[in-house]
Every structure is written in structure tokens, then in C-alpha cells.
């Protein structure tokens, strides 16, 4: 496993066409190793503007958080 820490937000197109957005939260254990949670999001995009657009509306998120998948 990699000791990279990932982008806060990932935004994956579904098997559908629709874009969906996946909150990931960073904790570290004792040794300094981090532990990544992902938590979907219940709705899905039609485009990945959008699901970028409620990421920073209803989470906070900055330019440079995001990666795509």
C-alpha cells in the first residue's frame, strides 16, 4: 500500500455515463500511516462540472482537491 494520500473528493463516471462524487477522509494510525474512508454521495451528476460544484457547495472543496476517475 502506498503512503500517497489521495485527493480529498474523486469523481467517477458510472457504468451509466453519470458522474459520481465520493468524499474521502484521511486519518493517521500510530506509526504515521494513513487510513483513507471514502463516503459515497447519494446522488449522481450528469456532468463532473456539477458534481464539482456540490462538492464546493455543500463540502467546502477547493481547486486542486479533486481527482478523476
Do not use: C, W
Not at 459520481?20 to 506509526?31: A, H
Request: proline share 6%; no cysteine; hydrophobic share 35%.
Amino acid at each position: 500500500m502506498s503512503r500517497e494520500i489521495p485527493k480529498p473528493y474523486l469523481i467517477a463516471r458510472d457504468a451509466d455515463g453519470a458522474f459520481r462524487l465520493t468524499v474521502r477522509e484521511v486519518r493517521y494510525n500510530s506509526q504515521g500511516y494513513p487510513l483513507v474512508s471514502e463516503h459515497p454521495v447519494e446522488e449522481s451528476f450528469k456532468t463532473a462540472t456539477a458534481a464539482r460544484s456540490h462538492a464546493r457547495a455543500h463540502f467546502g472543496a477547493e481547486a486542486g482537491q479533486f481527482a478523476t476517475k
